[in-house]
């Protein structure tokens, strides 16, 4: 069993950045980013291959979001940077997609969330 712990969420105004961590318990073979904004479906944001590092990204964070991973901490990273009211939601962490497509698929592993919300 792995545990995923995010952290890195908070309060911003529009243009701002944040970095969001996603803390291993334990080692994992993929990683992705997701968030929820209230009443809507969950969105996936961005995956990572941790063996290769290879990465993906949805089209509505491309080029403004970007996941990284520090292999000695265990930890997988969202940089945000630009952020739009529209980005405000709740972001997850999870790990080791086991079927369907990265951002529609289900995964072993899930974090608790950490709250991002962007202000005009």
């Known amino acids: 069993q792995v545990r995923l712990t995010e952290s890195g969420g908070g309060s911003v105004q529009a243009g701002g950045s944040l970095r969001l961590s996603c803390a291993a318990s334990?080692?994992?073979?993929?990683r992705a980013w997701f968030r929820q904004a209230p009443e809507k479906g969950r969105e996936g944001l961005a995956f990572i291959g941790q063996l290769r590092g290879t990465t993906t990204y949805a089209d509505s964070v491309k080029g403004r979001f970007t996941i990284s991973q520090d292999n000695a901490k265990n930890t997988v990273y969202l940089q945000m940077n630009d952020l739009k009211p529209e980005d405000t939601a709740m972001y997850y962490c999870?790990?080791?997609?086991?079927?369907?497509?990265?951002?529609?698929?289900?995964?072993?592993?899930w974090g608790q969330g950490t709250q991002v919300t962007v202000s005009s």
């Open positions: 334990g080692n994992t073979k993929n």
């Open positions: 999870a790990a080791d997609l086991f079927t369907g497509a990265w951002s529609s698929g289900e995964y072993m592993y």
